[in-house]
C-alpha cells in the first residue's frame, strides 16, 4: 500500500501560502509571498534532495499544478526539474481536462479523496503532495494522509492562507526533526489512524 506524504512550508502561524515568490499566490490580497527564500540553506536543500531521490508520485490541486508547470520546466538550473518532469503528476481539478500540458501529468477524474484512496491502494511510490492547501485539508479529513513532513519557518505572518484551516483534530507523532541554520526545524510526523 502505497502512503500519502504531503510536504509543505509553514510559518509558525501555520501560514503556507506563497512560501516561493512575490506573486505565488495573492489571492484574499496576500503581500507576503516569497517569505520562505530567506530561509533557504545547504541543510534544507540537502533534505530535499534526499527527499525527491527516494522518488514519489506527485498529487496537486489544480492551482499548484498550474503554478509549478509555469514554473519548473523553466528552470534548467538546479536538479529537482529532471526529477519534476520525470515523475508522474497526479492532478485533482473539476476544471481542467485531458491532455494536460506537463509530461507524465494524469487528472483524477471523479472526487479527489476517492481518487486518491483508490491510488493508495494500487502497488507503486508514495504520493507526495506538495502545496495543494486545499487537497491536503480534503485528504486530512478523508484520514488519507499518513506522513507529513512540515518546513516550520521562524516567522509569523498573521495572515495567509493555512494548513489545518478548518479545525478538527488530527493526532501526529514526531519521527524525525532536522534544524537547519537558518532556524527552520524539518520536521516529519506521522498520523496516528
Known amino acids: 500500500m502505497r502512503k500519502v506524504i504531503v510536504l509543505n512550508n509553514l510559518t509558525l502561524d501555520g501560514v503556507m501560502q506563497g512560501p516561493g515568490r512575490p506573486d505565488e499566490d ?3 490580497g496576500f503581500t507576503h509571498g516569497g517569505w520562505a527564500g530567506p530561509y533557504n540553506d545547504a541543510v534544507k536543500g540537502q533534505a530535499m534532495g534526499e527527499g525527491m531521490s527516494k522518488g514519489a508520485d506527485l498529487l496537486f490541486g489544480r492551482r499548484t499544478y498550474e503554478d509549478f508547470f509555469a514554473v519548473w520546466p523553466k528552470r534548467t538550473d ?3 526539474t529532471p526529477v519534476l518532469d520525470a515523475a508522474r503528476k497526479y492532478v485533482a481539478s473539476r476544471t481542467l481536462t485531458e491532455p494536460l500540458p506537463w509530461q507524465n501529468s494524469v487528472l483524477l477524474h471523479g472526487d479527489a479523496t476517492d481518487a486518491v484512496a483508490r491510488l493508495k ?17 480534503s485528504l486530512r479529513r478523508r484520514g488519507l494522509v499518513d506522513e507529513y513532513i512540515l518546513m516550520i519557518h521562524p516567522l509569523v505572518l498573521g495572515t495567509g492562507r493555512r494548513l489545518f484551516a478548518d479545525g478538527g483534530m488530527s493526532s501526529l507523532t514526531l519521527v524525525k526533526s532536522v534544524p537547519t541554520t537558518t532556524g527552520v ?7 496516528d489512524a
Open 26 to 28: 495573492t489571492r484574499d
Open 78 to 80: 538546479n536538479p529537482f
Open 121 to 137: 491502494q494500487e502497488d507503486g511510490l508514495d504520493l507526495l503532495v506538495m502545496g495543494s492547501g486545499v487537497l491536503a485539508e
Open 185 to 191: 526545524i524539518i520536521a516529519t510526523y506521522r498520523t
